[in-house]
């Protein structure tokens, strides 16, 4: 890949990202009342989304072969007492990474 691919690439990125931000406040306005639907679906879709990652992340665990998915456990214990105790999501997600890469190294 050369350096204008690369800028091209970037330049495409950046203006998705921007349109998909700017894009429901062209639509709905800044001083038009969010409708019920999109305030339960901006409080329910984070818990939903977090939930199946989990699942699509603990898939292909054998729990039959070594080492019986207790890395994996291990850190999704550590995420969840690490988030309940300080209530920092990248804390959260940095410290269970950490945790399991380092598992995954020891067991």
Do not use: N
Not at 6 to 31: H, Y
Not at 66 to 88: M, S
């Amino acid at each position: 890949m050369d350096i204008s691919h690369s800028v091209l690439l970037i330049a495409i990125i950046s203006l998705v990202t921007m349109a998909i931000r700017f894009l429901p406040v062209l639509i709905f306005g800044r001083k038009q009342k969010t409708s019920e639907l999109i305030t339960y679906l901006g409080e329910a879709l984070p818990y939903a989304i977090i939930g199946m990652l989990v699942v699509y992340c603990m898939k292909d665990i054998s729990f039959l072969d070594k080492p019986y998915g207790i890395p994996e456990l291990i850190a999704v214990g550590a995420v969840v007492l690490l988030h309940l105790w300080k209530r920092k999501t990248l804390l959260s997600i940095i410290g269970g990474t950490v945790i399991y890469m380092v598992l995954i190294h020891l067991i």
